[in-house]
C-alpha cells in the first residue's frame, strides 16, 4: 500500500490539478507532504517497532494509513488533501520499515538475500503498477478512487498479519524510552527545508522562506547533536560506525533522487505533451512491473554470490542509459519505438539495484537494529524522492503553470531526465569506490549447512517464535527429527 501509494497519485495530479485549480506548489505538496511525514517519521517508526514489537507497530500503521486514505478519497479541498497525505505518510511511516524488519528476523541468514529480494520485488512491482493502476481507476471512477483501493487491502492485511506474521522486537531496546524530542528535531528539520525548497520559486528569496529554510537546517543539526547525547536515540549513530551500512545509504539516496524524479514527471509528460490518457500513461511503464516480478529476487540471489558490488554499479548506469534515451522522446513519437525500448532499459536496471541495496543495508547493520537499520533506509530513499519533487521542477522550469503547457513540459522533462541520468550515473560510481564485493557473504552457521541443516524447517522465526502455535519443539528438535517433522 505505500509503495503503491508513492506512484499511483501521480497519474491523477493533472486531473487533481483541473479538479481544485491547484497551483504546480500544490500539486507538490501532495506528493511531498505524504513523503515529508513518511520520512521525517520512518525512523521513529523502526525504532518503535524495535521496542514495542514490529507487528504491532506494522498492524498500527496499517490502520493508520487505511483510515488517512479514506479522508484523502473525500477530500472537498487541495487544503484537506494535503492534510489527509501527511497523515497517510505517518501511517506509511509505522507500516514500512516494521515489514522488512519482520521478514529479516523471520528468516535464516542464508535465506534472506532471497526473502528480502522478493521484498524488494513486490515492492517495485507496486511502485511501477501503480500507474497503470490508477490510470485505470481514474478513468473508469474517478482520481478519489485510488484512495479508495487502500481500504480492502488494509482490512486484508491487518487480518493476515495478525494471523500469520511471527512477532519480534529487539530485547535491549524493549522498555526504552521513546525519543519524541528526535522525532520532532527531525520532522520540523525536514518540513522547513522542504518548504523552503517548494515556495521558492514562486515567492523567492523572502523573510519566510529564509527563516523556515534556516530553521530546516538548524534543526537537522540539533537532531544529529541530540542523537549522539540521549541515552535512547531514535538513530542509534553507532551502526553509521558500518562503512557500508553508510555507503550503501549513499548509493540509495543519489539513486533514488533520480528515481523519484521519474515517476514524478513520466506520467504527467506522457499525458500533458504526448496526449496519452490516464490508463494509457499508466500502462507506458507495465514493463518495469514484469521486469521486478520476474528478476528482483534472483537479483537477490545473485548479490548473495558475487557480492553486491557489481550489481550496484552496473543498475544505475544502466537506468542512467534508460532515461539518456528517454530523453530524446518528443510528441508524436511512438510508444513501441521511442518509449518501450528506454522504459525496458530502465526497468533492468533497476532491478539490479531494489534488492541488492536493500539486503546490503540490512546486512551489514546488527541484527538487532533491523528495524531502525530499515528505518533508516527507507527514510533515506524517500527524502532523495522528496528532494527530487522539491527541486526537479525549478531546475526543469516546471514553475507556476508551465507544468501544464505542452511545450514547456516537453523542454522540462527533458532536461529533468538528463539531470536524473548523471545522479544515477554517480550513484553506480559511488557503488564502485564504496561497496565491498562480499559484504553479503554469510559464514555457514555452527554444525555446517549438511543437507540435515539444509532441510529444517524455515518457519521458525530467527528473532521471534514460531508463526504457528505449537512448532516450538521444530525450532530446536535435533536435524533428523525436524525434517521427519517437516
Given at each position: 500500500?505505500?509503495?503503491?501509494?508513492?506512484?499511483?497519485v501521480n497519474v491523477a495530479l493533472p486531473d487533481i490539478g483541473r479538479d481544485f485549480d491547484a497551483s504546480t506548489s500544490a500539486l507538490q505538496w501532495i506528493l511531498n507532504g505524504y513523503l515529508l511525514t513518511l520520512a521525517s517519521l520512518i525512523l521513529l517508526g523502526g525504532s518503535l517497532g524495535d521496542r514495542y514489537g514490529r507487528r504491532r507497530v506494522f498492524v498500527l500503521g496499517v490502520a493508520l494509513f487505511t483510515l488517512a486514505s479514506l479522508l484523502c478519497a473525500i477530500a472537498p479541498s487541495v487544503e484537506l488533501l494535503i492534510g489527509a497525505r501527511l497523515l497517510q505518510g505517518i501511517g506509511g511511516a509505522l507500516l514500512t520499515p516494521g515489514s522488512l524488519a519482520l521478514i529479516e528476523a523471520s528468516f535464516r541468514p542464508t535465506d534472506r538475500?532471497?526473502?528480502?529480494?522478493?521484498?524488494?520485488?513486490?515492492?517495485?512491482?507496486?511502485?511501477?503498477?501503480?500507474?497503470?493502476?490508477?490510470?485505470?481507476?481514474?478513468?473508469?471512477?474517478?482520481?478519489?478512487?485510488?484512495?479508495?483501493?487502500?481500504?480492502?487491502?488494509?482490512?486484508?492485511?491487518?487480518?493476515?498479519a495478525g494471523r500469520h506474521v511471527p512477532e519480534s522486537s529487539d530485547p535491549m531496546a524493549a522498555g526504552g524510552k521513546v525519543d519524541l524530542q528526535g522525532a520532532a528535531l527531525a520532522a520540523l528539520g525536514l518540513a522547513g527545508t522542504t518548504?523552503?525548497?517548494?515556495?521558492?520559486p514562486g515567492q523567492g528569496a523572502s523573510a519566510a522562506i529564509l527563516v523556515t529554510g534556516l530553521g530546516g537546517l538548524l534543526a537537522l543539526a540539533a537532531f544529529f547533536v541530540h542523537e549522539r547525547r540521549t541515552a535512547n536515540p531514535?538513530?542509534?549513530?553507532?551502526?553509521?560506525r558500518s562503512r557500508q551500512f553508510s555507503a550503501a545509504n549513499a548509493v540509495t539516496f543519489v539513486v533514488y533522487a533520480a528515481l523519484g524524479g521519474v515517476f514524478f514527471l513520466l506520467v504527467a509528460f506522457l499525458q500533458i505533451s504526448l496526449g496519452y490518457s490516464p490508463i494509457a500513461a499508466g500502462s507506458a511503464s507495465l514493463p518495469v512491473t514484469f521486469l521486478m516480478l520476474l528478476f528482483s529476487a534472483r537479483a537477490g540471489m545473485l548479490a548473495q554470490r558475487i557480492g553486491p558490488r557489481l550489481p550496484l554499479t552496473i543498475g544505475p548506469i544502466v537506468i542512467a542509459l534508460g532515461l539518456l534515451w528517454l530523453s530524446q522522446v518528443e510528441p508524436g513519437d511512438s510508444y513501441v519505438s521511442a518509449i518501450l525500448p528506454p522504459i525496458v532499459v530502465f526497468g533492468l536496471g533497476l532491478t539490479l539495484v531494489v534488492a541488492p541495496v536493500t539486503a546490503t543495508v540490512l546486512a551489514a547493520a546488527d541484527s538487532r537494529h533491523s528495524g531502525i537499520a530499515s528505518g533508516v533506509n527507507n527514510a533515506v530513499a524517500r527524502v532523495a524522492g522528496l528532494l527530487a519533487v522539491a527541486v526537479l521542477p525549478v531546475i526543469a522550469g516546471l514553475t507556476g503553470d508551465s507544468f501544464y503547457d505542452p511545450e514547456k513540459m516537453t523542454d522540462g522533462?527533458?532536461?529533468?531526465?538528463?539531470?536524473?541520468?548523471?545522479?544515477?550515473?554517480?550513484?553506480?560510481?559511488?557503488?564502485?569506490?564504496?561497496?565491498?564485493?562480499?559484504?553479503?557473504?554469510?559464514?555457514?552457521?555452527?554444525?555446517?549447512?549438511?543437507?540435515?541443516?539444509?532441510?529444517?524447517?524455515?518457519?521458525?522465526?530467527?528473532?521471534?517464535?514460531?508463526?504457528?502455535?505449537?512448532?516450538?519443539?521444530?525450532?530446536?528438535?535435533?536435524?533428523?527429527?525436524t525434517t521427519a517433522t517437516t
Open positions: 500500500m505505500a509503495f503503491l501509494d508513492g506512484t499511483v538475500a532471497r526473502a528480502i529480494g522478493a521484498w524488494s520485488g513486490l515492492g517495485g512491482v507496486a511502485t511501477a503498477f501503480g500507474p497503470l493502476l490508477g490510470g485505470y481507476l481514474i478513468e473508469a471512477v474517478s482520481w478519489r478512487a485510488i484512495f479508495l483501493i487502500n481500504l480492502p487491502l488494509g482490512l486484508f492485511v491487518g487480518w493476515a518548504y523552503a525548497l517548494i515556495e521558492a531514535m538513530l542509534p549513530l553507532e551502526i553509521f522533462f527533458q532536461m529533468a531526465m538528463m539531470a536524473c541520468a548523471a545522479l544515477s550515473a554517480a550513484g553506480g560510481l559511488l557503488a564502485w569506490l564504496t561497496i565491498e564485493p562480499n559484504v553479503l557473504h554469510t559464514e555457514p552457521e555452527p554444525g555446517g549447512d549438511t543437507p540435515d541443516r539444509l532441510a529444517e524447517d524455515h518457519t521458525c522465526a530467527i528473532n521471534g517464535p514460531p508463526l504457528r502455535p505449537g512448532r516450538e519443539a521444530d525450532c530446536t528438535a535435533e536435524p533428523a527429527e
